[in-house]
C-alpha cells in the first residue's frame, strides 16, 4: 500500500468549515487505496495572536517559552481535524510533534529535524488509521518542545514523507499551483503542469509563497515528489521533481518580481580584503538582509559598493552605516528607493548562455532602465523602477513565450 | 527548604495583565524564601471557546482528541505565566503535564492521576527556578494526553503539593476565602479562617464553587494544608485543614443555598427490591443527578417515592420515566418546582444530635415549609419554596451565631 502525505497551511484550516472540507480532500485520498499522513499549521491567525498575547506580558519573551506556546496552534487543528475525519466515518488520530516522532535540535524558535522516530505513526497506519500530525514542532533530546520557524509545516511534511517513503507529498494552498508569473497582475499566466527542485527553489526565494525554499530543499535532497495544489478547486497542481519531462522543453519557465527594493551605495571604501565582510557582517548583525551586490573599483585602493535591500529596511540600514561610519571608514552613503526586481526563472538557462542578453534586449526595446543585474545558473533578476515592474513582467513574460499556449484548432 | 504550590484559576489569569499579576504573587512567595510551584488553569473562556470549535465539527466528538484540544489551554497558560515571572527577572520553566511527570488512568475526559513522577520538577527546583506546571492534565501509560475533568486544576496541585512534600497549597480565585454564607445575598456572612477537610467538602458540594470535592478529598487523605485565598486582595484566606483550632467552637459553620430545585414524586411502585435500583439506574444512564431520596410505603407491596432534581433536568427526568413506564411499573409521576435548598455544615453536628431539631424549629418560627429533608454527619438540608430560600438562609445565618463577630469595645 502506497502512502501520501498531505499538508494543509493556515488559510485552508482557518475555519471549522474549511477544516471540514480539507478532510474530504484527504479522504478522497484515502478512498484511492492510499495511507495517509496529514500534516497541518495552525488555524488562520492563531499564530499571531498568540504573538500578541506573549507580546502583552513581554517585549523579548524567552524562546522556550514561546515554542511551548506557538505550538498550541498545531496541537489545536490536529485534534479538530481528527475530530472532522472521525466525523466523516473515518478512523483517525492526532500525533503532536513528540507524540509523532520528531526529534530536533536543542534550539529553540528555528531548530531542525535531526531524526524521526516513525514507530508510533507506523502502528496507527497499520491500524488502518489516517494519522494527522501537528506541524512545526518537534522535541528535542532532553524532551523540550521546539518549532522549526518558518515555514516549518512544510518542512514537516516533507521530511515525514521522506522517513516514511511516502510515494508522494501534496502541499494543500490557496492557489491552484505555481504559475509562470503572477496571475493577478500578468493576465496571460499559465499553471506549469511540472518544475524541478532547482526551479522552484528559485521561485520559493523570490517570494512565490506557495511552499517554504527549504521544504523544497529537504524533497531536492530525499527526491520526494511534490505536487501543490488547491485546498478547494479540484484540479491538478503542480508537480515538483527530479526533472521535467511533461513541459514543453521551455529555457525559461516563469517571471517572477517584487517592489520595494531600494538600492544602497556606498562610496569611497578602502579597497581591502575585509571592508566588504565588515559591511555585510555589520548589517547581518542588524537583521537587514542584503540581495544583490555589486563592487566596483574605481581608483586604485577604493572601491564603490552598490547593494539592494527591502525599502522596509532603509532605516535600519542608515543607522547601521552610520553607527558604523568610523570602523566602515567609507566615505559616503547614497539610497535610491522606488525600486523592483523582475527575474526570469528556468533550469534551461544553463545550457543557454543568451537567456540574459535576449532578456536585457527584450527590456531596451520597451526602454526599460536597468538599475542592477544579478545572475545565477537558472535566473537572472534585474532591477528597474518600480513603476516600470509589471510592464517588465509582461515584456519577459511574452518575449519568453510563457503565456497560455493556443492548442491548433481542427 | 521549604515548598508552596500555588494555583491559580481561570479567573485570575484570563488576561495578560492578571497573568502579569498573579505572577507577583508568586514573586512575593519566593521573596519568602520558599520554592514555588504553580499549577494554572486555562485562561479566562478559552475551554469554552475550543468546546465551541470542536462542537462546529462534530456534535460528539471523540473523548481522546477532545483531551488533544483542550490541553493546549492550560499549555498557552503556563508559557505566558513564565514569560510573565521571567519579565519580572524570576528564571521559571513551564512544563505541561507530560513533561511534569503527571501520569493518569488510560481514559479520557476524566482521567485519575495514577502516579508523578517528581524528577523533572524536582531538578529545575534545584536549579532555583520557580516551576510552572499546567494543570488539569497528564499522560497514560502508554503516551496518550490526557485530562482529569472538571476541577482538574484542583486536584494537579493537590497531586503535586502530596507528591512533593509541600508545606502548603494556596488555591487563589476571585474570592478572598470561604464564608459562613454567600456574602452577595446574606449581609452578616463572614469569612472562615479555618475550616475542617469534610466541611469544606460539604460546602463544595453545595455548590461553593472555590475549589473542586474531588481536590478537597485528595488534600484530606494527604493531609495537605489547603489556603483558599484572593488573586486580587492581600487579606488572608481560609485554611482547611485537619482540625480547626482557630475558630470558637461552632457547631454549624456555614450556611449553604441553591434555588432551581424541583421534587419529583412517584407513586403507586411496586414495593419490590428492584423497583428503586431500576429507577435511579435509568435516571443515571441519562445523565439525571438526584440528590435527595425519601421512599414511603403506603399500603402493602405498594411505595411512593420522592427525590429531588436540578430544575434544568425535568424535561430529561420526565421522558426517562415516561419511556420507561411498563419496565418501572409506576402508577403516576407529580413534579414540584420553584423549590430551592437550604443546608447548614458543621463537624461540630456530630457530637450535637439537636442540631436538625433546631434548624427546623427556627425554619418553623417564620413559617417556612420544609418539602423534604436529607441529613449526613456534618449536614442537614431541607427543601423550601424557593421564594423562602433566602430567608431561610438568613435565619439560620442568624439562629447559629454565624454573623460577623462583634469585639466588646473597651
Redo the contacts between chains.
Sequence with gaps: MSLTVLKFGGTSVGT??K??HAAKRVIEEKKKGNDCVVVVSAMGKTTDQ?LD??E???PK??K???D??L??GE??T???F???L??EGYTA??L?GW?AGIQTEAIFGNARITKINTK?IENELSNGKIVVVAGFQGITET?E?STLGRGGSDTTAVALAAALNAEKCQIFTDVTGVFTSDPRYIKDARKLSGLTYDEMLEFANLGAGVIHPRAVEFAKNYRIPLEIRSSIEQEEGTIIGEENKMEENLIVRGVAFEDDITKVTVLGLPNSYTSLSTIFTTLARHNINVDIIIQSTTEENIANLSFSIKTGDLEDTYAALENNKTALNYDSIQFESGLAKVSIVGSGMISNPGVAAQMFEALATDQIPIKMVSTSEIKVSAVVPAGAMLTAAEILHRAFKLGKVEHPSA
Tied chains: 1, 2.
Aim: charged share 15%; no cysteine.
Design positions: 471549522a468549515e477544516i471540514l498568540l498575547l506573549a502583552e506580558i513581554s519573551p524567552d522556550r517559552e514561546l511551548m506556546l505550538t498550541t496541537q489545536i490536529i485534534a479538530l481528527s475530530m472532522a472521525q466525523q488520530v492526532s503532536t507524540q508510533r524532551g518542545i
